[in-house]
């Protein structure tokens, strides 16, 4: 049996529905702390069990008769180190056999404020002695969709990744990677550096944004704590705000990139390309 966690997330929904090509549904256990948002899962036959990263004992149960777990890190930024440990531990107390963990691109040198997590994560896995597999994911390109409308808007995108290369892609390409690693043999011990098959700046980003909507549309880079008021202004939290500026930063010093296409090799097709992405959300 395979168990998902954040299974109502929607990176963990896009990789049941992939396993769901090659995989009985009953052969898949989803994690979740609020069952009822994935009813339909169940409804198909998935078996749905109730438990929150921060339920030791819970956890410990949802795990029963588990061989394989996708660890999906949590979205509780801060939280996230105390969360994992408790499902490396249940996990470990349950007799899984491997663990995949999605963590960051590049985890172990990457320049962003994000990366401690993932690596304190890294370390526990390692500490725990369950045999694991890492999956470095970089950027999701839907990170920059939601600045689109505001950038038609106002005709500038602001950041502040400078001229660093992102190598982002889509959500779908990266579910379709963690399926295929929790099916394929032999996992243990390696580490996937995800990310997509194209490098791509924000200016770069504005260029194709430009041609395809028809309105001109240029990049501003801004320092970060210039861009982390904006993302106030606009409304967003104050930790979030914080973490894309700093993300941005880190960034433009080649944090988010990677040309390596362990992605596309993994997934036996190219990534999502940006073009392709900014289409569907126009
Ligand atoms: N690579 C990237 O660009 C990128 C961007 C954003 C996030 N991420 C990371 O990738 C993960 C998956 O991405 P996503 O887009 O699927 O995120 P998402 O849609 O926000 O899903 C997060 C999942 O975590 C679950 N969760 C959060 N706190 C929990 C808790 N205390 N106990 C149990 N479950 C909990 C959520 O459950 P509920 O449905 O109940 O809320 C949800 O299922 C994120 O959680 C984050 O760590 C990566």
Redesign the pocket.
Known sequence: MIAI????????QLVIEELLNTVAADQLVAI???PS?IQTLADRGVQVRA????DKAALVKALAGVEKLLL?????VG??AV?HRNVIEAAKEAGVKLIAY?S?LHADSSPLGLADEHVATEKMLQESGIPFVLLR????TE?YLASVPPALEHGVFIGSAGDGKIASAT?TD?AAAAAKVMTLENQAGKVYELAGDHGWTLAELTTELTKQSGKTVVYQNLPEADFKAALLGAGLPEGLAALLANSDVGASKGGLFDDSRQLSALIGRPTTALAESLRAAL
């Not at 438990?51 to 921060?54: F, V």
Request: hydrophobic share 20%; no cysteine.
């Open positions: 966690t954040g299974a109502s997330g929607q990176l963990g979740v702390r609020n948002k438990a929150s990263y921060e999906i890190s949590s979205s509780e939280q996230r969360q999605t960051l994911n970089g950027w999701y990170n959500r990266y």
